[in-house]
C-alpha cells in the first residue's frame, strides 16, 4: 500500500522490484504485451524528464557541481554519451515549442524516438514550420516505426527547405566511400559507406541471397557477405545505378516519396515558382519546387 510521504520516484521503484517476479509468472507467449507496456511507460517517463530537464538547465542548477552546460551535467549525472545527452538536452528544448507532440508522447501515443526526429526537425527548419504540420506529422509517427517516420520529417524538412536539403545531400555524397583491403589471414577486409539511396539499393539487390535456407548454419553476417559475392558473380554490379549522375556528379533532387516510406507527400507544391539549377558543393543539381506548410495533405496509403 502506498503511504502518502513516498515520492512518485519511491513508488515507481517499488513496482520495478516487483516487475521481475510478476514477468517470470508470466508465459512466454503472453510477454510481448508486457515488452509493449514496458517501452511505453519508459517514453512517458521520458516526457517527464523532457519538462524537468528543460527547467533544470533554466534554473542554471548544473553550475552547483562546476559542470560548465547541461550536456556535460547529464553525461556524468545521467550516464550518457554525448551524443545521447546532447540529443536529450535538444529534444527537451525543443519539445517545449511543440506541445502537441510533448502531451502526445506523454499519453504514449508516439515513442521517444519519433519525439527526437520532430525535434530535430524543429532544430533544422524552426518550431514554427512544424507547428503548421504538427497534427499531420503525429498522424504519421503514430503509425510508422521510428525509421520509417524519420524518412517523412526529413520528406517535410526537404519541401519545407530545398536549398538546405540540397546542400546537405551533396555533402553526404561528398563522403561516400568503398575500400577494398588486400588479403591478410586469408581474408579480405572491405568497408565504406554510401547514401541512403544506394544503401537501400545493395540493400534490395543482396537480401534475397541471404534468405537461411534450411539446416543453415551461417551468421547473419556470413549469409550477407555471401549473398554480395553472389550478385557481384551475377554481374549485377554492372547495371546502371539508379543514384546521382553516371559521373558521380551527386544526388538528384528528393523524389516525391521518400525512399523506404509508404506515407504520401506531408507538403504539397502546388503553385509553388521553379527554382533554376545551382550548383552545390561541386555538383549540379536542380532543386525541387519549394512547397508551403500550410498546405499539408493528408496521409495514407
Known amino acids: 500500500?502506498?503511504?502518502?510521504?513516498?515520492?512518485?520516484?519511491?513508488?515507481?521503484?517499488?513496482?520495478?522490484?516487483?516487475?521481475?517476479?510478476?514477468?517470470?509468472?508470466?508465459?512466454?507467449?503472453?510477454?510481448?504485451?508486457?515488452?509493449?507496456?514496458?517501452?511505453?511507460?519508459?517514453?512517458?517517463?521520458?516526457?517527464?524528464?523532457?519538462?524537468?530537464?528543460?527547467?533544470?538547465?533554466?534554473?542554471?542548477?548544473?553550475?552547483?557541481?562546476?559542470?560548465?552546460?547541461?550536456?556535460?551535467?547529464?553525461?556524468?549525472?545521467?550516464?550518457?554519451?554525448?551524443?545521447?545527452?546532447?540529443?536529450?538536452v535538444e529534444t527537451a528544448r525543443q519539445l517545449e515549442k511543440l506541445p502537441r507532440t510533448e502531451d502526445a508522447l506523454a499519453r504514449g501515443e508516439i515513442g521517444y524516438q519519433h519525439a527526437v526526429a520532430m525535434a530535430r526537425t524543429a532544430e533544422h527548419v524552426g518550431s514554427a514550420q512544424v507547428r503548421k504540420a504538427e497534427t499531420m506529422l503525429l498522424k504519421a509517427a503514430e503509425t510508422m516505426d521510428p525509421g520509417q517516420f524519420l524518412g517523412v520529417a526529413k520528406h517535410f524538412e526537404h519541401r519545407v527547405d530545398a536549398q538546405s536539403a540540397l546542400i546537405e545531400a551533396n555533402r553526404a555524397h561528398q563522403r561516400r566511400y568503398l575500400q577494398i583491403g588486400e588479403?591478410?589471414?586469408?581474408?579480405?577486409?572491405?568497408?565504406?559507406?554510401?547514401?541512403?539511396?544506394?544503401?537501400?539499393?545493395?540493400?534490395?539487390?543482396?537480401?534475397?541471397?541471404?534468405?537461411?535456407?534450411?539446416?543453415?548454419?551461417?551468421?547473419?553476417?556470413?549469409?550477407?557477405?555471401?549473398?554480395?559475392?553472389?550478385?557481384?558473380?551475377?554481374?549485377?554490379?554492372?547495371?546502371?545505378?539508379?543514384?546521382g549522375h553516371a559521373n558521380g556528379a551527386g544526388p538528384r533532387p528528393p523524389p516525391t516519396r521518400w525512399p523506404g516510406s509508404r506515407a504520401h507527400p506531408l507538403v504539397s507544391s502546388s503553385g509553388a515558382a521553379r527554382c533554376r539549377p545551382r550548383r552545390f558543393a561541386g555538383s549540379l543539381v536542380t532543386p525541387p519546387s519549394r512547397g508551403s506548410p500550410d498546405s499539408v495533405s493528408s496521409i495514407g496509403r
Open 183 to 243: 588479403a591478410i589471414n586469408g581474408l579480405v577486409r572491405i568497408e565504406g559507406q554510401v547514401t541512403p539511396d544506394a544503401g537501400a539499393i545493395i540493400r534490395t539487390s543482396i537480401e534475397p541471397y541471404a534468405k537461411p535456407s534450411k539446416s543453415d548454419d551461417r551468421s547473419a553476417g556470413q549469409r550477407l557477405a555471401d549473398a554480395l559475392v553472389e550478385v557481384c558473380r551475377r554481374g549485377r554490379s554492372g547495371q546502371r545505378s539508379e543514384v
Open 1 to 88: 500500500m502506498c503511504r502518502a510521504s513516498e515520492t512518485p520516484f519511491e513508488r515507481i521503484e517499488s513496482a520495478i522490484r516487483e516487475l521481475p517476479g510478476w514477468l517470470a509468472g508470466q508465459s512466454g507467449s503472453g510477454l510481448g504485451a508486457a515488452i509493449i507496456r514496458g517501452r511505453q511507460v519508459i517514453d512517458r517517463i521520458e516526457a517527464a524528464n523532457a519538462e524537468a530537464t528543460r527547467r533544470f538547465e533554466k534554473s542554471g542548477g548544473y553550475r552547483a557541481d562546476g559542470s560548465l552546460g547541461m550536456v556535460p551535467w547529464l553525461r556524468t549525472h545521467g550516464k550518457l554519451s554525448a551524443g545521447a545527452a546532447a540529443e536529450h
